[in-house]
């Protein structure tokens, strides 16, 4: 378990599937998860499995839960995990909407930043956001990420085209 001062991050267990299940099929989350297509319960607890073998599947998720409840507010993952090049992705998601903006999402990317250096021996975190996604751009930006390049009209969405912006950390100055 990884701890901070509001929060802890902690592995996802098979009794969160419900959970997961909620967050992943709610359609307000899809654009910024880039999802077209609810997952099953099937669906999910292969994803439980896949994503506690990092090694193997290049995943790995957390949830992120706060201290003086034990609740689970979101999930943060590492993915495209690259061990001979020491780099992966990094995405976060507060899948409770009542509990975004408590600064949950910086506390848990601080603890991934820290174990993904100094237990997973990663180089550099990359992330790629949606340019309408103001949120999260500042909060990558707020931590030390990088803007580094932009694909231009890369996200389809109900008819508009939108830009990916793409961070990147590196871990080991």
């Not at 507010?73 to 995405?91: C, E, Q, R, T």
């Not at 009542?98 to 506390?107: H, V």
């Not at 790629?128 to 909060?139: E, F, G, M, R, V």
């Amino acid at each position: 378990m990884l701890k901070s001062k509001n929060i802890y991050l902690r592995s996802v267990e098979i009794e969160d599937a419900t959970l997961l299940m909620l967050w992943e099929n709610n359609p307000s989350h899809w654009k910024a998860t880039d999802t077209e297509v609810p997952f099953s319960m099937t669906g999910i607890m292969q994803l439980i499995e896949q994503q506690q073998q990092i090694r193997s599947t290049g995943q790995l998720r957390f949830l992120i839960c706060i201290n003086e409840t034990n609740e689970p507010v979101g999930a943060i993952d590492l993915y495209d995990a690259d061990f001979k090049n020491g780099n992966a992705a990094v995405g976060i998601l507060i899948g409770e909407e009542n509990q975004r903006g408590k600064g949950f999402a910086q506390e848990s990317l601080l603890l991934m930043i820290d174990y993904a250096r100094d237990i997973l021996s990663f180089h550099n975190l990359y992330c790629s956001i949606q340019a309408d996604n103001l949120t999260s751009l500042k909060l990558f930006e707020n931590i030390g990420f990088e803007r580094i390049g932009v694909r231009k009209d890369w996200f389809l969405y109900r008819g508009q085209r939108i830009d990916e912006i793409i961070y990147q950390l590196c871990l080991k100055k």
